[in-house]
T-cell receptor, first 115, second 112 residues
Framework: EAGVTQFPSHSVIEKGQTVTLRCDPISGHDNLYWYRRVMGKEIKFLLHFVKESKQDESGMPNNRFLAERTGGTYSTLKVQPAELEDSGVYFC?????????????FGNGTRLTVT | GDSVTQMEGPVTLSEEAFLTINCTYTATGYPSLFWYVQYPGEGLQLLLKATKADDKGSNKGFEATYRKETTSFHLEKGSVQVSDSAVYFCALSRDSWGKFQFGAGTQVVVTP
């Protein structure tokens, strides 16, 4: 079984540019989550998809961030325009269900550097 | 709001030493508590969990007990190996499964 895959693994962009991060969850996992870790601080929740619907997007920092999951398969997270404070590691995770018997499987993350 | 506080690292130990990473939390109600581990170059992996007070989670020689009276979930291992070098994150989940509140992470370095 393939794990959660994230592309790219690293991205370096200039302030004001646009970047799109992609996450491919484990096949059959309806739940998909985005998290990010900024400046070595705590990992913060961004949003949660159930299939193609946004279940909870309370962690999205502002309207420069747009997440989509068309067709309920892979997801993209677009940052437009990027700011310096957006630098960090963006993690994606997926789970089959919701509850203690459905652990989250995390990807290796995308390290975003905005210069 | 909910929060998780864990000891700052890095924690540097010799092989076979005893490891403790302190974790305390603030949350209303009865959260579930977790320890995740991130090995170099990899994503986070669930290490252990406890879903109610006094539960003990254990895995790979690591243990943590959910202490509601002290709002703590300290991670321990009796004899660490070089392969245990990683970043360890304490986390809680309350209202919504998968919506975790993580601590800042503690880097552990084990030397031969």
């Amino acid at each position: 079984e393939a794990g959660v895959t994230q592309f790219p693994s690293h991205s370096v962009i200039e302030k004001g540019q646009t970047v799109t991060l992609r996450c491919d969850p484990i096949s059959g996992h309806d739940n998909l989550y985005w998290y990010r870790r900024v400046m070595g601080k705590e990992i913060k929740f961004l949003l949660h998809f159930v299939k193609e619907s946004k279940q909870d997007e309370s962690g999205m920092p502002n309207n420069r961030f747009l997440a989509e999951r068309t067709g309920g398969t892979y997801s993209t997270l677009k940052v437009q325009p990027a700011e310096l404070e957006d630098s960090g590691v963006y993690f994606c995770a997926s789970s089959q269900g919701q509850g203690p018997n459905s652990p989250l499987h995390f990807g290796n993350g995308t390290r975003l550097t905005v210069t | 709001g909910d929060s998780v506080t864990q000891m700052e690292g890095p924690v540097t130990l010799s092989e076979e030493a005893f490891l403790t990473i302190n974790c305390t939390y603030t949350a209303t109600g009865y959260p579930s508590l977790f320890w995740y581990v991130q090995y170099p170059g990899e994503g986070l992996q669930l290490l252990l969990k406890a879903t109610k007070a006094d539960d003990k989670g254990s895995n790979k020689g690591f243990e943590a007990t959910y202490r509601k009276e002290t709002t703590s979930f300290h991670l321990e291992k009796g004899s660490v190996q070089v392969s245990d070098s990683a970043v360890y994150f304490c986390a809680l989940s309350r209202d919504s499964w998968g919506k975790f509140q993580f601590g800042a992470g503690t880097q552990v370095v084990v030397t031969p």
